[in-house]
């Protein structure tokens, strides 16, 4: 089965940086459109970054330029690198996969808080 496990959350104060990971098992990172959503209480999950299987990549516009998202497939990992943090980034973070039938799987999430 697939299990996304995301890491590195945390409190950083506002032009910080963190680095959230995403560790898969029951599938490739490398096979798979890969995504990371946020969501604020009372708000709609959001996309902020995604890959493809050919690692094209694509961006939430409020996050362009600061975030990156990226994969090593060795250690069937996904990242986001988070720079120039502000305090609206402050959310859960989810990692996803969609499939190729076009299911999807989430992982628990991971808090992020940016202070003013």
């Known amino acids: 089965q697939v299990q996304l496990v995301e890491s590195g959350g945390g409190l950083v104060q506002a032009g910080g940086s963190l680095r959230l990971s995403c560790a898969a098992s029951?599938?490739?990172?490398?096979?798979?459109?890969m995504a990371w959503y946020r969501q604020v209480p009372g708000k709609q999950r959001e996309l902020v970054a995604g890959i493809t299987r050919g690692g094209s990549t694509n961006y939430k516009d409020s996050v362009k330029g600061r975030f990156t998202i990226s994969r090593d497939n060795a250690k069937n990992t996904v990242y986001l690198q988070m720079n120039s943090l502000k305090p609206e980034d402050t959310a859960v973070y989810y990692c996803?996969?969609?499939?190729?039938?076009?299911?999807?799987?989430w992982g628990q999430g991971t808090q992020v808080t940016v202070s003013s």
């Open positions: 996803n996969r969609e499939d190729l039938l076009g299911r999807n799987y």
């Open positions: 029951g599938t490739f990172v490398s096979s798979s459109v």
